[in-house]
């Protein structure tokens, strides 16, 4: 085998961004826009998270996935990005799909810390997936799916926050609530 098909086998065509995007917000889209740069295969993976934060997402699994549809959309990312829902173990649906990197956004070193331990894991049990760390746009580092819902349900501005078709899912859903 040549080196340059040995250079052609190894490289990453297709990586998995993975989240719960409860909800998507501008930072998620930048590390989505971002790998879209650099690699040709995007598929965006939102996990089921039953037990985030021991209350469970604010929006179904369904509702996640169709609202962050609609944000690639709004902004122009991509009808060209596959959106899939997933419940289990990351690796194990990369494996499925055939994806061979995950794309993960750091903000703060608390995200670090975290990122480089899933990672480590991933490494272990999937040495065939590879880690890809995308450093959070400067405007983005304070952004946060639980910010944005402490935001919203106090009725706030969610301008620079999220898109307007996410805020309008964020003001609905807390309007039911009062």
């Not at 065509?13 to 930072?27: E, L, R």
């Not at 998620?28 to 985030?52: C, E, M, Q, Y």
């Amino acid at each position: 085998m040549s080196k340059d098909t040995a250079n052609q086998l190894d490289r990453i065509s297709h990586v998995v961004v993975p989240g719960t995007f409860d909800p998507v917000t501008y930072g998620h889209l930048d590390v989505i826009r971002r790998a879209k740069r650099a690699f040709p295969r995007i598929t965006v993976a939102v996990a089921a998270s039953k037990g985030k934060g021991g209350t469970g997402p604010a929006f179904s699994l369904d509702e996640r996935v169709t609202i962050l549809k609609e944000a690639l959309e709004a902004e122009g990312i991509g009808p060209d990005i596959d959106v899939q829902p997933f419940e289990g173990l990351l690796i194990d649906f990369c494996h499925d799909l055939g994806a061979t990197g995950l794309i993960k956004g750091l903000r703060a070193m608390m995200d670090f810390e975290f990122e480089l331990q899933q990672a480590n894991l991933n490494s272990r049990f999937a040495p065939d997936i590879e880690s890809i760390v995308v450093m959070s746009s400067p405007e983005h580092s304070y952004l946060s799916s639980s910010v944005v819902r402490e935001i919203a349900s106090f009725g706030g501005d969610l301008s620079r926050l999220v898109p307007p078709c996410v805020a309008a899912h964020l003001e609905k859903k807390y309007a039911q609530r009062a």
